[in-house]
């Protein structure tokens, strides 16, 4: 079994900077792509960015594009979702989802592509 804890949220100015952490555990983390979503309320869960396996691969949503930046630590078993210059619409609950197979090649987008998720963290950005 795999689990994932994300933390890092909080409330912040628009303009400000959070950077999200999901740890894992139960299995080799290193072997999977992992990535970010967010659900804000009333809406549905949208892709946010993906990571690969080995971290050399990075794709993002054009909505946050140029402002967040996905990396990831194997030795941590960790990725970190930096967030910088946020905006109200970036408030949302955030989950980190893992992929299903190890060593994907082509990021994933869609939900159904990742087989593991965290409980989420709340991001409240204020205008």
């Known amino acids: 079994q795999v689990q994932l804890v994300e933390s890092g949220g909080g409330l912040v100015q628009a303009g400000g900077s959070l950077r999200l952490s999901c740890a894992a555990s139960g299995r080799t983390f290193s072997s999977y792509a992992m990535g970010w979503f967010r659900q804000a309320p009333g809406k549905e869960r949208d892709f946010v960015a993906a990571i690969s396996w080995s971290g050399s691969s990075t794709y993002y949503a054009d909505s946050v594009k140029g402002r967040f930046t996905l990396s990831r630590d194997n030795a941590k078993n960790t990725v970190y979702l930096q967030m910088n210059n946020l905006k109200p619409e970036d408030a949302a609950v955030y989950y980190c989802?893992?992929?299903?197979?190890?060593?994907?090649?082509?990021?994933?987008?869609?939900?159904?592509?990742?087989?593991?998720w965290g409980q989420g963290t709340q991001v409240t950005v204020s205008s």
């Open positions: 989802a893992a992929d299903q197979r190890p060593y994907t090649v082509a990021l994933a987008t869609t939900h159904n592509r990742y087989a593991y």
